[in-house]
């Protein structure tokens, strides 16, 4: 199993619901990430937090709402959602944000986000 | 606007066969290119990695090709197994960036 856990696996969600993404890690790892994994599309990355701080926002829609209570532990709360938000989410760490790129990213398995 | 251009979109070979994915990029500033492997049900999972300064990197059966010139690098999976069948990601990334470009993913089969 990858050091980085992902709940749910699967999300079922209707436009009005409100519902929220758990991603927690257990690599010691600085930084964090949640991606969008779309059919045919690049991986899109949505937030970066590094040391509990949101270093990057990507012009994500309101509608998705980050939150890093500490290291190990990653949120995203989802209201409102359209049905184009169905897709795969994906949370990952590395060791470092800015030399994150040197160690590469451990991903997490996904939440498979079905919008109804 | 993509920043990195991968193809095919869909692969499939032999058993034993040679499996090549290329990516193409824009961004001269760019000096790491990793690739990433995502089995079904997965995250994807970091495979193999080159910078620059070199044209070729070899772990075990995967190689990477670059080529500076024409912007452009590419993964060979040499005799290929069914166990190799999965979707692979081109990265790309610079020393002043804070972030991964992937490209679209490669889905590749390995019929036995």
């Known amino acids: 199993e990858t050091g980085v856990t992902q709940t749910p696996r699967h999300l079922v969600m209707g436009m009005t619901n409100k519902k929220s993404l758990k991603c927690e890690q257990h690599?010691?790892?600085?930084?964090m990430y949640w991606y969008k994994q779309s059919a045919k599309k690049p991986l899109e990355l949505m937030f970066v937090?590094?040391?509990?701080?949101?270093?990057e926002n990507n012009s994500v829609p309101s509608r998705f709402s980050p939150e890093c209570p500490n290291s190990s532990h990653l949120f995203l709360h989802l209201h409102t959602l359209q049905p184009e938000d169905s897709a795969l989410y994906l949370c990952?760490?590395?060791?470092?944000?800015?030399?994150?790129?040197?160690?590469?990213?451990?991903f997490g398995s996904g939440t498979r986000l079905t919008v109804v | 606007q993509q920043q990195v251009k991968q193809s095919p979109q869909s692969l499939i070979v032999q058993k034993g066969g040679i499996s090549i994915i290329n990516c193409a990029y824009e961004?001269?500033?760019?000096?790491?290119f990793p690739w990433y492997q995502q089995f079904p049900g997965k995250g994807p999972a970091l495979l193999i990695a080159?910078?620059?300064?070199?044209s070729e990197k070899k772990e075990g059966r995967f190689t990477i090709s670059f080529n500076k010139s024409a912007k452009q690098f590419s993964l060979h999976i040499m005799d290929s197994q069914p166990g190799d069948s999965a979707t692979y990601f081109c990265?790309?990334?610079?020393?002043?960036?804070?972030?991964?470009?992937f490209g679209t993913g490669t889905s590749l089969t390995v019929i036995p």
């Open positions: 937090y590094s040391l509990e701080e949101r270093v």
């Open positions: 961004n001269t500033a760019f000096d790491y």
């Open positions: 990952a760490s590395s060791q470092d944000w800015e030399l994150g790129r040197l160690y590469g990213y451990t």
């Open positions: 080159i910078r620059p300064d070199v």
């Open positions: 990265a790309a990334t610079s020393y002043t960036g804070n972030q991964f470009y």
């Open positions: 690599l010691g790892h600085n930084a």
